[in-house]
């Protein structure tokens, strides 16, 4: 009787434990983020959530778009447009399930392929994630609590291999990057939210996405 009584008790647990990681991201559609870039002020917007994917636009003072990208929980990006370059990867989605909930210590490894759709080029990727602390973020509305996650990313093509770190800082319960840092072999990226704003009538409606698992087509 000891025995199932213990059995039973793993068996809550397990169940606990699954349904503390969401079926879809928390992003809300609507939910814009005013970022500092560089000295310059862009606003980040999310614009769709289908599944497990939520679409951020990045569009310039002037209201133009700088970029467009699909991140999976709104943490590991699918694919996108960055300045006009359109590409799409093609990798196993579930790996990714690995690093959530997330909790300091968790890891993930993701090995795919990148396609750059208009070149008709591609480049495989090895990336190493890692879930490697926590930090408040302040910004203008209160301050958010963040997991800071560390991507080490590999791209190899035509015997070329270049990497570059992304360190991300990031809001779970709104599914969000509240501030990016990214260094490559000859170049450095930054940039922080200052504050969010959520739809005032959020449109939550999640829709299924018809695809193959792990690949978008733009």
């Known amino acids: 009787m000891k025995h199932i009584s213990v059995v039973f008790l793993l068996f809550l647990a397990a169940c606990e434990a699954v349904e503390r990681v969401p079926a879809t991201p928390g992003a809300?559609?609507?939910?814009?983020?005013?970022?500092?870039?560089?000295?310059?002020?862009?606003?980040?917007?999310v614009t769709r959530v289908i599944d497990k994917?939520?679409?951020?636009?990045?569009?310039?003072?002037?209201?133009?778009?700088?970029?467009?990208?699909?991140?999976?929980?709104?943490?590991?990006?699918?694919?996108?447009?960055?300045?006009?370059?359109?590409?799409?990867?093609?990798?196993?989605?579930?790996?990714?399930?690995?690093?959530?909930?997330?909790?300091?210590?968790?890891?993930?490894?993701?090995?795919?392929?990148?396609?750059?759709?208009?070149?008709?080029?591609?480049a495989d990727f090895y990336t190493h994630i890692e879930v490697i602390g926590e930090k408040t973020i302040d910004?203008?509305?209160?301050?958010?609590?963040?997991?800071?996650?560390?991507?080490?990313?590999?791209?190899?093509?035509?015997?070329?291999?270049?990497?570059k770190t992304?360190?991300?800082?990031?809001?779970?319960?709104?599914?969000m990057v509240l501030k990016s840092v990214v260094r490559g072999q000859n170049f450095q990226n930054y940039w922080v939210v200052v504050s969010v704003e959520e739809p005032d009538n959020p449109n939550v409606e999640r829709e299924p996405r018809n695809r193959r698992s792990g690949t978008v087509m733009i």
């Open 166 to 175: 992304d360190t991300l800082y990031f809001d779970a319960e709104r599914s």
């Open 53 to 122: 994917l939520v679409t951020t636009e990045f569009r310039d003072w002037r209201g133009g778009i700088i970029r467009e990208i699909n991140l999976y929980r709104g943490l590991f990006p699918v694919s996108g447009t960055d300045q006009g370059l359109r590409y799409e990867s093609s990798f196993d989605e579930s790996v990714l399930e690995n690093l959530f909930p997330l909790k300091v210590g968790n890891t993930a490894g993701v090995s795919g392929t990148m396609f750059y759709v208009d070149g008709g080029e591609s």
């Open 28 to 45: 809300l559609v609507g939910t814009r983020a005013n970022i500092k870039m560089h000295g310059q002020d862009i606003v980040a917007q």
């Open 139 to 163: 910004l203008k509305d209160g301050p958010r609590r963040t997991f800071v996650v560390q991507l080490e990313w590999e791209f190899s093509w035509n015997g070329n291999v270049r990497r």
